[in-house]
């Protein structure tokens, strides 16, 4: 009998304990959405939204990339740039130029009218980032969700790499957030898509699908950085400095640069991320609840 009450006891933890692991430990996973929001696809409607933006402006590849790697490099991928308020993240300098709030919005509005409450801000960028790369030619790469939204913005929490710091110290910079020579290499490569401002510009910009190099299988990026013709000064540093020239030289010769680039992007996009009972998931990716 004692034996018997012993091991209902042990089952009975079990159970809990993997409920709890269930609750607040969650990991993201690709499909998280599936079936959570009745019959309808949250991702394929958030692609309608994005589909039909970049139709009519395609430089919100730029816009969402640029919005993610802010997010993300602020106390996570929480949307916490999303805020608004008088000192909030995206009042700070750095956000000068960072663009994509009101792409977020129609995403969001989409999604609670089929299912209030239900997706998260966090979430819409990596997904709406993962679209908008994928309809300007850069692949597609499988994104994982389950994020929640941060509850703090907060001005002074703000610091973004600048433009100009050397290839050792954007590798630091990356390495903080968990990521390596490689990941640096394949995410600044995102601003071979972007629109930068004159005074920073080294060279012209390419897209995607540019073909700067003799070589298709060479990514124009990739060739501009090994020629030190990168767009911004940290860019160029990259082709030059003896630490990330053979990262480059090997990412230039393999190549898949689109696949690469979306692991990296899929990489990013898990930094500091809250999930499970952590956060919240707002009503408007403006305001906390
Ligand atoms: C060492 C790291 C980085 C530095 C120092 C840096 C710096 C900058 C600067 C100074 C600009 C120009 C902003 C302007 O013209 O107002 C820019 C633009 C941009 N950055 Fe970065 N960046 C970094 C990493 C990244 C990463 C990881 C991504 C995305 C994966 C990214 C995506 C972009 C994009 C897409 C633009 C163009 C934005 C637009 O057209 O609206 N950057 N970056
Ligand atoms: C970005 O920061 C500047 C001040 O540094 C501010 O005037 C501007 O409104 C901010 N942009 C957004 C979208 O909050
Ligand atoms: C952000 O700011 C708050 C309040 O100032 C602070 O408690 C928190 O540690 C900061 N987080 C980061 C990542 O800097
Ligand atoms: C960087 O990380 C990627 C993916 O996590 C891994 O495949 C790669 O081997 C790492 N590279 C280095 C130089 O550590």
Known sequence: MKFKAAVLLLALELILGLILAGCCHGALQVGFYRGKC???????????????????????????????????????????????????????????????????????????????????????????????????????????????????????????LGPKISAPEAIAGFADKGLNATDTVLLLGAHSVGVTHCSLIKDRVYNFQGTGSPDPAMDPFLVNILRSRGILQIDQQLGMDPLTTPIVRNLAGEFDFPTRFGAAMVKMGAIGVLTGTQGEIRRSCRATN
Not at 75 to 93: F, H, Q, R, W, Y
């Open 38 to 160: 009745g019959f309808a696809d949250v991702e394929a409607m958030v692609a309608g939204v994005i589909t039909a933006q970049f139709l009519r402006d395609p430089t919100i590849v730029a816009a969402l990339l640029r919005l993610q790697f802010h997010d993300c490099f602020v106390n996570g991928c929480d949307a916490s740039i999303l805020i608004d308020g008088i000192n909030s993240e995206k009042t700070v300098p750095p956000n000068l130029s960072v663009r994509g709030y009101d792409i977020i919005d129609q995403a969001k509005a989409a999604v609670e009218n089929a299912c209030p409450g239900v997706v998260s801000c966090a979430d819409l960028i990596a997904i709406a980032t993962r679209d908008a790369v994928f309809l300007s030619g850069g692949g597609r790469y499988e994104v994982e969700t389950g994020r929640r939204d941060g509850l703090v913005s907060i001005a002074q929490n703000v610091s973004i």
